[in-house]
């Protein structure tokens, strides 16, 4: 049998993506003074740059994430589709990433076995939830929505940044540049995909709670990482990374990520 959708319907569910919207924008990270100020205006210097690439898991965490909810969501096609759509356009990205890191002079090792800051920590487990523990998997989906509607623009800022204050800290920038250069494009085609999959699909109102919990979680997950990056990066402007791996050793040490390289 059809449904028809009554305004009352309609109404609500516009109520619904735009209270969805509005999370990370009301959350943005590029709000956070360490990119609004400190990324923004050239402030970063080398070692700044090297602590924010060992402290910056989104792309693995992010297609860790993808993988196991691709598993998980096998029974809901709907999700599963945006999913696998994703899958596919995150192939190479990780590359990218390491690439970029690669410039500022760290390894693959380097950035697999990075001791994490607390901030970062918390960004994980986080994103541990969301992959592998919540049960509604709109509480998912809500949280890589929030994850990926921000890309475009900070993917943006960070290039302009980049190109202004940093080019010299790159051996070949414009190889170098290319991550965020694909970021800047790509996910806004993600974010339209989620969206279109909230618009269509997510219509109960447990769904719905769910889905902007993990908005929110998330979002604010990711300015908490941005401030915890942002105290070390001031209190200790001359670090190294061995002076990093010793401040941040045994208590705080993590199992690495799996990463292709
Ligand atoms: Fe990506």
Same mark, same amino acid.
């Given at each position: 049998?059809?449904?028809?959708?009554?305004?009352?319907?309609?109404?609500?569910? /516009?109520?619904?993506?735009?209270?969805?919207?509005?999370?990370?924008?009301?959350?943005?990270?590029?709000?956070?003074?360490y990119y609004a100020d400190r990324w923004a205006r050239g402030q970063l210097t080398l070692e700044g740059m090297q602590l924010y690439c060992l402290q910056n898991r989104?792309?693995?965490?992010?297609?860790?994430?993808?993988?196991?909810?691709?598993?998980?969501?096998?029974?809901?096609?709907?999700?599963?589709?945006?999913?696998?759509?994703?899958?596919?356009?995150?192939?190479?990205?990780?590359?990218?990433?390491?690439?970029?890191? #690669?410039?500022?002079?760290?390894?693959?090792?380097?950035?697999?076995?990075?001791?994490?800051?607390?901030?970062?920590?918390?960004?994980?487990?986080?994103?541990?939830?969301?992959?592998?523990?919540?049960?509604?998997?709109?509480?998912?989906?809500?949280?890589?929505?929030?994850?990926?509607?921000?890309?475009?623009?900070?993917?943006?800022?960070?290039?302009?940044?980049?190109?202004?204050?940093?080019?010299?800290?790159?051996?070949?920038?414009?190889?170098?540049? /290319?991550?965020?250069?694909?970021?800047?494009?790509?996910?806004?085609?993600?974010?339209?995909?989620?969206?279109?999959?909230?618009?269509?699909?997510?219509l109960a109102l447990d769904d719905r709670k769910a889905a902007l919990r993990g908005a929110y979680n998330m979002a604010t997950a990711l300015v908490d990482l941005l401030?915890?990056?942002? =105290? #070390?990066?001031?209190?200790? =402007?001359?670090?190294?990374?061995?002076?990093? #791996?010793? =401040?941040?050793? #045994?208590?705080?040490?993590?199992?690495?990520?799996?990463?292709?390289?």
């Open positions: 049998m059809k449904m028809i959708k009554t305004h009352r319907d309609r109404s609500s569910q /516009e109520n619904f993506l735009t209270l969805l919207q509005s999370i990370p924008v009301r959350h943005a990270m590029l709000s956070h003074t989104g792309e693995q965490l992010f297609q860790e994430a993808l993988c196991v909810l691709k598993g998980r969501s096998i029974m809901r096609p709907a999700i599963n589709g945006v999913i696998e759509q994703n899958l596919l356009d995150e192939i190479g990205h990780m590359e990218l990433w390491l690439t970029f890191t #690669a410039g500022v002079g760290l390894k693959a090792k380097d950035i697999a076995y990075a001791p994490m800051l607390p901030a970062t920590k918390g960004l994980n487990e986080i994103f541990q939830y969301f992959t592998y523990r919540a049960k509604n998997l709109w509480e998912s989906v809500g949280a890589l929505f929030a994850f990926e509607a921000q890309m475009p623009a900070i993917s943006e800022a960070k290039l302009e940044a980049l190109d202004c204050h940093y080019a010299s800290f790159f051996q070949n920038f414009t190889v170098a540049s /290319e991550y965020y250069e694909v970021h800047r494009e790509a996910d806004k085609k993600h974010a339209a995909w989620w969206l279109q999959l909230f618009e269509e699909h997510c401030e915890g990056i942002h =105290r #070390a990066d001031k209190t200790h =402007r001359t670090m190294d990374i061995a002076f990093l #791996a010793q =401040r941040f050793s #045994a208590a705080t040490y993590q199992q690495p990520i799996a990463i292709n390289a």
